[in-house]
């Protein structure tokens, strides 16, 4: 059964960072792009960045660039996608989840980051 298990959330103060992890089950995270969406309330979910797989190359939502540092890891057995986001602000509030990019059908449960003093 595919599933993604996302964590890493919290609470945090403004400026502060976090670091979200994503693993996958039922399936290898090597050999897909993968991204990292967010959806906050009463919002649609937005993609906010992205890592290819064929040459590594990253892309960022513009209100996340410089903030937000996707990555991966492909060692054996791992295969481990992470978010570094730092320098949090309140409109970073919201529910995280990773996926393949183009995203499939399945998604996780998330996991919330809420960025508030």
């Known amino acids: 059964q595919v599933q993604l298990v996302e964590s890493g959330g919290g609470l945090v103060q403004p400026e502060g960072s976090l670091r979200l992890s994503c693993q996958a089950s039922?399936?290898?995270?090597?050999?897909?792009?993968l991204a990292w969406f967010r959806q906050a309330p009463g919002e649609e979910r937005e993609g906010v960045a992205c890592?290819?797989?064929?040459?590594?190359?990253?892309?960022?939502a513009d209100s996340v660039k410089g903030r937000f540092t996707i990555s991966r890891d492909s060692a054996k057995n791992t295969h481990t996608l992470f978010l570094q986001m730092s320098s949090l602000k309140p409109e970073d509030t919201a529910i995280y989840y990773c996926?393949?990019?183009?995203?499939?059908?399945?998604w996780g449960q998330g996991t919330q980051v809420t960025v508030s003093s």
């Open positions: 890592i290819n797989n064929s040459d590594g190359e990253e892309y960022y």
């Open positions: 996926n393949t990019y183009p995203p499939g059908t399945r």
């Open positions: 039922g399936f290898a995270l090597d050999g897909y792009s």
